[in-house]
């Protein structure tokens, strides 16, 4: 048990039920308790240690020796060999107090020590000569850069578009609109979408949407620049079709 305190990389319940299976373990690592007793002693439930179990047996802290031979009957386990004896540098000998090696209750086969792989990330470092910029952390699976992201240029359209409108909406209601980080949001996918998009033509766009007859006053920037491209052509009547005459002067650029 003071291996598994020493050496086991759990916390909480994973930990807890290891140095359960531990303190009831024998010399050979093999223990065989219920899952409700294990739950009991681990102070978890009985759900709860099921999963911390089948983490340390993922993990080869804890071996199925023997699986249940009937309803009520419990596996037998056997605790990883990291956890009973000190790892030499050639193998483990693993032996018994109560048998001595070739014994039956002894064991006298020799196990070949497994390096566990690291989990923690290899960290490269600059040379003397190298630039601050040069460092980085690379994880085993992959490469990670210290390097601040560049931020994107606003584009410079938002604001002028901004203004325009607000014109429109003013005109509309006698009021300013709400405006807000979904608005923005929506008049920067616009922008995004529309690369060649200027001044000029977005402000006829707006003159064709305030003389539709299929709009709603009301309605917020963000609902109607969503739909802003179906202006494009000329103002629509009130079933969404391209009007006859177009209407002009609705306010001054």
């Not at 140095?19 to 065989?32: H, K, Y």
């Not at 004896?85 to 497994?114: F, M």
């Not at 390096?115 to 040379?127: G, Q, Y």
């Not at 995004?192 to 709603?216: C, K, M, R, T």
């Amino acid at each position: 048990m003071t291996l598994v305190w020493k050496h086991a990389p759990y916390t909480e319940g994973t930990l807890l039920t290891l140095l359960a299976l531990a303190d009831w373990a024998d010399d050979e690592g093999v223990c065989f308790p219920k899952i409700s007793t294990l739950a009991k002693k681990a102070r978890l439930s009985e759900r709860g240690a099921q999963f911390c179990l089948k983490t340390l047996i993922a993990d080869g802290a804890v071996e199925v020796e023997k699986e249940s031979t009937g309803p009520g009957l419990p596996r037998t386990y056997r605790i990883g060999v990291q956890y009973l004896r000190p790892l030499s540098e050639k193998g483990v000998q693993l032996t018994t107090e109560r048998g001595a090696v070739n014994d039956k209750k002894g064991c006298s086969k020799q196990h070949a020590n497994k390096e566990e792989p690291s989990v923690e990330p290899s960290i490269s470092l600059p040379s003397p000569s190298a630039p601050e910029d040069s460092f980085s952390l690379t994880p085993v699976n992959g490469k990670i850069s210290n390097r601040p992201k560049k931020k994107k240029d606003a584009d410079h359209r938002h604001h002028p578009f901004q203004k325009l409108i607000f014109k429109c909406y003013r005109y509309l209601n006698d009021r300013d609109p709400l405006w807000d980080a979904s608005e923005a949001k929506m008049l920067n996918s616009l922008l995004v979408s529309a690369p060649q998009l200027d001044e000029g033509d977005f402000f006829h766009w707006l003159q064709n949407y305030v003389h539709s007859d299929n709009i709603n006053k009301s309605d917020r920037p963000r609902m109607f620049l969503s739909r802003i491209t179906s202006y494009a052509d000329g103002p629509l009547n009130e079933y969404g079709k391209p009007k006859e005459e177009k209407k002009k002067g609705w306010m001054s650029a």
